[in-house]
């Protein structure tokens, strides 16, 4: 069975700037999260979605957001970069939302 | 609000050695804790899944415990190889969460020949 997938894998963005990050889960997972990880702050939960509803929201702003498909593929919206937004960013997958299994993830370096 | 801390940050131990990372949670009102090991600039992989009811669970060298009265989860290794060097995180489903993994700050563990 093949793994969670992350695209793209490396990001460079100038501030200001919109980016949109996609994972794709592993088959029959209905659940998928987004984490952020920095040095300073380590792993930060974002959001999770089952079955396209958004299930839980983690203290991120606003312009942080994401939305998912109903082949359960997710996408991560940030829009107006900053700094402080460059991370590693995980996607998660599970099949009830349970046992999470993660993706390589995507780094994001906003300059 | 769920904290969880993990000691020792870094550690170094030579190849064959035995050795027990430890976690702490600060509410024991948990669906179940996963310990993860990532290596530099990548992703988490899952190495053993608790749940609540369980006490412990074991895989190949690795062995995990849970006592969730006290808070507390340890993760022990048995004779350490290089390919063990990387940092083992663990994270908590905590009750009325569910969905959202709340991670400790992870230990750093080299093994050296």
């Known amino acids: 069975k093949a793994g969670v997938t992350q695209t793209p894998r490396y990001l460079i963005k100038t501030r200001g700037q919109q980016v949109t990050l996609s994972c794709s889960p592993i088959?029959?997972?209905?659940?998928v999260s987004w984490y952020q990880q920095t040095p300073g702050q380590g792993l930060q939960f974002l959001f999770e979605y089952f079955s396209e509803t958004q299930r839980n929201k983690g203290n991120f702003p606003g312009r942080f957001s994401g939305r998912q498909f109903s082949n359960s593929r997710s996408e991560m919206n940030v829009s107006t970069l900053e700094l402080g937004d460059s991370a590693l960013y995980l996607c998660?997958?599970?099949?009830?939302?349970?046992?999470?299994?993660f993706g390589p993830g995507t780094r994001l370096t906003v300059t | 609000k769920q904290e969880v801390t993990q000691i020792p940050a870094a550690l170094s131990v030579p190849e064959g050695e035995n050795l027990v990372l430890n976690c702490s949670f600060t509410d024991s009102a948990i669906y179940n804790l996963q310990w993860f090991r990532q290596d530099p600039g990548k992703g988490l992989t899952s190495l053993l899944l608790?749940?609540?009811?369980?006490r412990e669970q074991t895989s190949g060298r690795l062995n995990a415990s849970l006592d969730k009265s006290s808070g507390r989860s340890t993760l022990y290794i048995a004779a350490s190889q290089p390919g063990d060097s990387a940092t083992y995180l663990c994270a908590v489903f905590s009750t009325g969460t569910a969905s959202k993994l709340t991670f400790g700050t992870g230990t750093r563990l080299q093994v050296t020949l």
């Open positions: 088959s029959g997972h209905r659940s």
């Open positions: 608790i749940q609540s009811s369980q």
């Open positions: 998660a997958s599970s099949l009830k939302g349970d046992e999470q299994y």
